[in-house]
């Protein structure tokens, strides 16, 4: 029986083993297997789970809340959890200001004004704010930081942007009281600095339930006098002018009527007018203003909203 070959066929004639130049020609002449006969190839799929983060609510808000305290009861927290509010109202005072000009009858009261750094005041603010603009620049604000989170970064209102917009000193005396005014005090403030009876002074607090006054009742008692009044009638219109005017503008409160007769004290000596800081004391005052406004039951905004929209 012949000899059975090693791919099971048999053959008499011996075995021989194929040369270098057959092999090479096998390799050319094999047959090369069709794509599409051939199985996919099967690569390591991700889980989208593993690879991307997840995130619950609005894109950009919390994630860790221990940094900034105070974010539970700020605005944004609720938004970020569906809630929101409306615009807010706003407190501004820009048409009250043309009830009180200075023209040529008043020209001893506008030179003082002048003098105290504080007249560019009476032409810059805005007789109409944005309440939606306003109020999204509230949603920004962050109390700890004192600066508006914008999508880009962190942004906020320096001296120089007081300077540049409204005109006023930045540098000087910084302004402070120490403790709350009583009514008692602010009535004797307002019978010695503005020369009102002890009775005038009693009733416009009462009525205010506070001790301040109403920039109406300031009007109507000195909007009248002239160079033409006694001296101390233009001394007391001075300082009346000068309450009105950081009432509807710098220390613009929530009142929306009213001005607080601390202030009144600055004016004491009218030729120290000009050395306060009252660009820095109007920042400060904005900055509280917006800090309060971001708590979520708050509905109002004070302070000088002309510096906030004109940034």
Wanted: proline share 5%; hydrophobic share 40%.
């Amino acid at each position: 029986m012949p000899p059975r070959t090693r791919g099971g066929y048999t053959s008499s004639a011996p075995r021989r083993r194929p040369t270098r130049s057959e092999r090479r020609r096998r390799v050319q002449l094999r047959e090369v297997e069709p794509a599409a006969d051939r199985d996919p190839v099967e690569h390591p799929q991700h889980d989208r789970d593993e690879t991307e983060e997840v995130f619950e609510g609005a894109p950009g808000g919390p994630i860790d809340r221990c940094i900034l305290r105070s974010f539970d009861k700020h605005i944004a927290a609720k938004i970020w959890v569906g809630e929101d509010r409306a615009p807010l109202k706003l407190v501004n005072h820009g048409a009250k200001l043309q009830l009180w000009e200075l023209g040529m009858e008043r020209s001893r009261i506008y030179e003082t004004v002048h003098r105290s750094g504080l007249a560019p005041l009476t032409s810059c603010s805005h007789r109409v704010a944005s309440r939606p603009m306003l109020s999204a620049f509230c949603e920004r604000w962050q109390p700890e930081t004192t600066t508006f989170h914008m999508p880009f970064g962190e942004m906020t209102i320096t001296l120089d942007d007081v300077a540049s917009i409204l005109h006023i000193p930045v540098t000087g005396s910084m302004i402070s009281f120490s403790q709350p005014l009583h009514a008692d005090d602010a009535n004797a403030l307002l019978v010695e600095l503005l020369g009102t009876t002890d009775v005038e002074a009693s009733r416009e607090t009462e009525q205010c339930r506070s001790p301040s006054v109403r920039l109406l009742w300031l009007r109507d008692h000195f909007s009248t006098i002239t160079d033409a009044s006694s001296d101390d009638d233009i001394v007391f219109a001075t300082r009346a002018f000068l309450l009105h005017l950081v009432g509807c503008t710098l220390f613009a409160d929530k009142s929306a009527t009213s001005v607080a007769v601390v202030y009144l004290e600055l004016f004491r000596d009218l030729s120290m007018v000009g050395s306060y800081a009252w660009g820095a004391a109007c920042l400060a005052y904005l900055y509280r203003q917006l800090s309060i406004a971001t708590r979520f039951e708050v509905r109002q905004l004070g302070g000088y909203l002309t510096l906030l929209q004109d940034l």
